[in-house]
């Protein structure tokens, strides 16, 4: 409880340190977000029911959906990495992570060709496919954004052992998109 | 305090009583002319029997305490520190709570089965909504109006309207009735009435189909008259009708209406001309082409499809 | 005024980015290159995110990202309001200052309105324009309701009542400030392409199918509820990591607890209306089929979505108001606050049910008839809460000394008006009373009874309570009571009479309507001119007292809560010592009540 380090943007008297307030916020973040991606599965249901179209690709569907949970494992040992301080490994990780999440979006930019010849999004099924696989995409595309963000400065040794928050956020982002798409996959390939 | 809070009690069983006769008194509703429309009324009137009390004990406490405890200029020390009373709050929560549950009973469920309690329906009537006048037909009689001016009703008979729509939402609602159901387009929607009072659009402006969903830019005027008749006064105009159908006659088609018939109305359509100024993309929505909302001109606007697909509307119909 | 010409020029820039780049994509399709609405959709996402680069989040933030210097604010004096200021009382001043220039000018349509209804028949607009002044009105009106209070006093205030010298991320809320200026504009700038016609509602199928001004609305919902979610995150983290030594859950002021409540709405329900927009969007400009029934959407999922927000949007708009009535009656009636834990209880109560009455929207939509009795039940019983706060206002004046100063003039109105709004809140969500009265003006006159009587009076409870904190002069007290009266009757006079259009046969948003009904809405217009006049006061009252009223005390109304212990307006870290809590904030009249200590920095090094 020390006032020493009282200047603006620093809550030091706080019961809290600055790192358990950014968890704090970044949970109740994923937790808005997990919302939206709740609300898209409700809307499968609500239109379709369980239909599923015979024409959807599932070993594709299997493919991707094992590239994204690879890259989860990936992410993660990334982050075990950056905590003990082991850059390479960090990196190496980092950038395998990057490069599935990529192979992820080549398979998903596939899927949507095909589909575009069996039910196209005025259909109702295509209206489902397109959204709910188009709005995990944009998720993907923006935790490869943040992913090459810190690969960039994880380059030039911006993170350590003690210093890793965007580390952390972002592998905690891209763990949130993958377990959406489980439930996504589920719901579009497998009910 | 103690009578502070004996005079603010017998303030609110005053006002209450007071407040209680205007409720079982007052005569708040306008024409009602089905048998939905009284218990809907009732029901109404229930809500506001049960409200009372809560409303003036609230109003009471409130402007008691204003009166009584407000002081003139900086009070030099501060009210008495009560913090709380957990049985008077534990109280009113099970006092609201009981109220609660009681108007879901009452008049609620209640009036929600009364409502649909009896599916025979004498007289099936489907309207078709559409950007910005309704379709009417009644399978049974094999009649069709597009583009109706009015709707023909007979009194004492179990009527079910069942609607939907071509474009967008609509809403049929008759005040009068105390009725209402959206036209989705995609869904079939219905609803039972019991007409009993003989009226209509010319006595009273609540004797009326109004759009209630809006819909667009004649939404306001997307109206119809509504006139209710002696059963045997009805099966005349069926017969007339079906007449008027088989020989094609399209002249003289009347649905009871005089062409001054709809008084009350005649300041809305005199306006029609402009609706949709701005919307003059919409060209062939145009309201002064499609009299839609030409309500006193009921004679000339019944169209009428004879041998047309439109006919084809009953075959689904129950009757 | 360089922040939003960085912010201008950046957005610009970005939308023909945006624009171009689908452009490009619909070339490698085979389209045209300006895609239309598609465009402009792409364009304008693109511009919120180049706006706000430019207005400072580059600056300030995305550079360190990159590894790149971030540039430290320096701006001070009035200069502050108009840039990327992270200082939370900076950033309640912009929310405040902003919506009060929309709730007036969203009040002015109105008036539009209420002229064009003074009488049966057209008389000023025709039927399209009439619809889209009402849609505009409805729209702007609900972002007043959901922002206002709880972003002007939730940002203001909240964080100093809680000890914390700002709110948790400093940043994130400037960021979600400046979503704000260019939604403003986008909505008025509809009218340049027809307006919109489908109420601020925007319902499937009419929404697909109306004027292409539509889709102005539908981005500027989307994007303001990024602002929400933001502002959301923001509230909850501060309020859960940020409270000052000893602040206890216990202890927190009841305004926290409501901007609590409200907060977490807006983080878990916003996203709904979100999406409502994309899927309408995505039906209007990408050809999809959500709602399109003939080709196997439904239009009422939309609805379903759409109320899945916006009813708990309602209690988002009147919690914190009702957070402010309870603080204001507390210190007013120099008493306790009035069962304190059981308002606390009411208020969640108020958001858990709050998830689970949207559908009593939908009585008359033709939704699975017996699918409509869990949501009469849910509704009515969401009356059971709500009610708790009453008894506290009640409890709290009761005995007590009361001042009836403006702002509790204002406190006392939100109590007199939620009554009505709340009683009459029971018989729509009765399903056989609701057939009759759904889109009415009695509905009509049930929200702006809520909305309006709740929140709005207990916006302005919060600017007369707070203005001598946050401007450090009092305001004119004699003017505030005269506007208090002339807002409190001319609201009275101009919806009570809306109860009795509705039960008459006056549905909701009608450019016309039958002869019969002229009388009353005739009086209910002139009522409405007479409330409109009134705000003119407040606008002098406010602008006047700024640099001529009286110097105002530290704690003008002796009150107990943090905001009251510290200088008028407060430093820029709100305290000079930091706080220590070690009582309630509701000790009036008890002997050895204290709220908060200063111990001396005497532990500093």
């Known amino acids: 409880m020390s006032t020493t380090t009282v200047h603006h943007h620093h809550q030091s008297e706080g019961n809290y340190s600055k790192l358990t307030t950014d968890r ?117 595309l923006s935790g490869i954004f943040l992913m090459l963000l810190i690969y960039r400065n994880g380059r030039s040794g911006k993170y350590s052992e003690h210093n890793h928050w965007s580390v952390e956020a972002t592998a905690k982002y891209w763990h949130m998109v993958d377990v959406v798409w489980v439930f996504f996959y589920a719901a579009l390939y497998l009910v | 305090m103690k009578k502070d809070l004996i005079i603010a009690v017998i303030l609110w069983f005053v006002f209450t009583a007071v407040g209680e006769y205007w409720a079982f008194n007052a ?23 049960l409200a009372m009390p809560v409303f003036t004990l609230v109003l009471t406490f409130l402007f008691f305490s204003i009166l009584r405890y407000r002081s003139k200029g900086d009070p030099d020390s501060d009210g008495p520190p009560m913090r709380t009373n957990t049985p008077l709050a534990a109280g009113w929560l099970a006092i609201t709570t009981g109220l609660a549950i009681f108007v879901v009973i009452n008049p609620g469920l209640k009036g929600m089965a009364e409502l649909s309690a009896n599916p025979n329906a004498d007289l099936v009537i489907q309207v078709t909504g559409e950007q910005w006048h309704w379709d ?42 105390r009725l209402k159901m959206d036209a989705v ?50 099966e005349a105009w069926v017969a007339e009708a079906k007449a008027m159908t088989m020989s094609g006659d399209m002249e003289g088609m009347d649905m009871g209406s005089s062409s001054d018939s709809m008084d009350g109305m005649d300041n809305m359509d005199s306006e029609s001309d402009n609706m949709d100024g701005m919307d003059s993309g919409d060209g062939d929505m145009d309201m002064d082409t499609d009299s839609g909302m030409d309500m006193d001109s009921g004679d000339s606007d019944m169209d009428m499809d004879s041998g047309s697909d439109d006919m084809n509307m009953n075959s689904d119909s129950d009757g | 005024m360089r922040t939003i010409i960085q912010g201008l020029v950046g957005g610009v820039i970005a939308f023909i980015i945006g624009a171009a780049l689908l452009g490009i994509v619909r070339l490698a399709f085979g389209l045209s290159f300006w895609g239309g609405e ?7 996402l693109a511009f919120v995110i180049g706006w706000l680069l430019g207005v400072g989040v580059w600056e300030y933030w995305v550079r360190e990202w990159f590894n790149l210097p971030v540039k430290k604010f320096e701006a001070t004096g009035t200069s502050r309001y108009f840039t990327f200021c992270t200082d939370h009382k900076v950033v309640g001043i912009q929310y405040l200052v902003t919506f009060l220039g929309l709730f007036l000018l969203a009040g002015l349509l109105a008036m539009v309105m209420r002229a064009e209804l003074m009488a049966p028949g057209r008389n000023y607009m025709s039927g399209a324009t009439y619809n889209n002044v009402m849609s505009l009105h409805g729209t702007i009106m609900v972002f007043v309701g959901v922002a206002a209070t709880v972003g002007a006093f939730g940002n203001y205030i909240l964080p100093i009542m809680i000890g914390a010298e700002d709110m948790a991320f400093p940043r994130l809320n400037a960021l979600s400030f400046w979503f704000v200026p260019p939604v403003a504009i986008l909505l008025l700038a509809s009218v340049f392409s027809n307006g919109y016609d489908t109420g601020w509602t925007g319902y499937a199928t009419l929404a697909s199918s109306t004027r292409e001004g539509v889709i102005f609305y539908n981005l500027a919902f989307f994007t303001v509820g990024f602002s929400s979610i933001l502002g959301a995150v923001n509230i909850l983290t501060t309020v859960i990591a940020l409270r000052a030594k000893g602040m206890y859950w216990g202890r927190l002021p009841i ?11 807006s983080l878990i329900f916003t996203q709904f209306i979100a999406l409502a927009m994309i899927m309408s969007l995505l039906d209007r400009v990408a050809g999809f089929s959500f709602f399109d029934a003939f080709a196997g959407g439904d239009p009422l999922l939309y609805q379903n979505v759409f109320w899945f927000y916006s009813h708990p949007a309602v209690y988002v708009m009147i919690l914190p108001g009702l957070g402010i009535a309870l603080e204001i009656i507390s210190v007013f009636s120099r008493k306790p606050l009035f069962a304190y834990k059981w308002a606390v209880f009411g208020m969640m109560g108020v958001v858990v049910l ?12 033709g939704m699975d008839s017996p699918l409509r009795i869990p949501f009469m039940i849910t509704t009515e019983l969401i009356s059971v809460p709500t009610g708790l706060v009453f008894l506290t206002a009640l409890g709290t004046m009761w005995g007590g000394k009361l001042i009836l100063k403006t702002p509790m003039l204002f406190a006392l109105a939100v109590i007199f008006n939620f009554l009505i709004g709340g009683i009459t809140g029971i018989f729509l969500s009765d399903v056989p009373v609701d057939i009759q009265l759904q889109d009415t003006f009695f509905v009509v006159a049930h929200f702006h009874y809520t909305i309006v009587g709740g929140g709005i009076f207990a916006l302005f409870a919060g600017i007369y309570y707070w203005y001598p904190k946050m401007t450090g002069r009092m305001y004119n007290e004699r003017q505030g009571k005269i506007q208090f009266w002339w807002m409190f009757i001319g609201f009275n006079l101009t919806f009570i009479p809306m109860f009795w259009a509705g039960l008459n046969g006056m549905n909701r948003r009608i450019a016309d309507y039958v002869p019969d009904l002229g009388n009353i809405n005739f009086f209910t217009s002139m009522s409405a001119f007479f409330l409109g006049i009134g705000f003119l006061l407040f606008v002098y009252n406010m602008a006047v007292s700024l640099k001529k009223g009286e ?17 008028s307006p407060p430093p820029l870290e709100n305290f000079d010592t930091p706080p220590e809590v070690v009582g309630d904030p509701y000790g009036y009249g008890e002997p050895d009540a204290k709220h908060v200590i200063f111990p001396a920095p005497a532990a500093t090094d």
């Open chain 3, 38 to 44: 598609a465009s402009l959709v792409a364009g304008w």
């Open chain 2, 136 to 177: 009417v037909s009644y399978p049974q009689y094999d009649l069709t109006y597009q583009r109706a001016t009015q709707i023909a009703l007979p009194a004492d008979a179990r009527v079910k309207f069942e609607l939907t729509s071509t474009d967008v939402i609509h809403s049929l609602w008759i005040p009068a009735f």
């Open chain 2, 27 to 49: 005569n708040m509703f306008p024409i009602a002319a089905a048998e939905e429309a009284v218990f809907l009324d009732d029901a109404f009137r229930l809500l506001i029997i």
């Open chain 3, 255 to 265: 305004f926290v607890w409501a901007s609590l409540g409200t907060a977490i709405l």
């Open chain 2, 185 to 234: 387009p995609g869904r079939d929607t219905s609803f039972y009435v019991t007409p009993t009072e003989i009226v209509d659009t010319e006595m009273d402006s609540n004797v009326r189909v109004q759009c209630a969903e809006l819909c667009g830019t004649g939404h306001a005027r997307m109206q119809m008259a509504v006139r209710i008749m002696e059963p045997d006064e009805f």
């Open chain 1, 24 to 140: 704090v916020g970044l949970w109740l973040f994923l937790l808005s977000e997990s919302m939206l991606f709740l609300g898209l599965l409700s809307a499968r249901f609500y239109l379709a029911g369980t239909f599923r179209p015979p024409e959807l690709n599932q070993a594709l569907g299997v493919g991707i959906t094992s590239i994204l949970l690879v890259s989860s494992l990936t992410m993660f040992r990334s982050e075990v990495a950056i905590r003990h301080g082991d850059q390479s490994s960090f990196l190496r990780h980092l950038l395998i992570t990057i490069v599935l999440s990529i192979l992820f979006l080549g398979g998903v930019a596939y899927e949507w060709s095909q589909a575009f010849t069996h039910f196209s999004p005025n259909t109702v099924f295509g209206t489902i496919f397109f959204s709910m696989t188009g709005m995990h995409a944009l998720h993907v």
């Open chain 3, 354 to 365: 709050s998830a689970l009455v949207w559908a009593h929207h939908m009585f008359t939509s």
């Open chain 3, 551 to 567: 110097v105002a005390a530290d704690n003008p109304w002796g009150g107990y809560t943090l905001e009251w212990q510290t200088s």
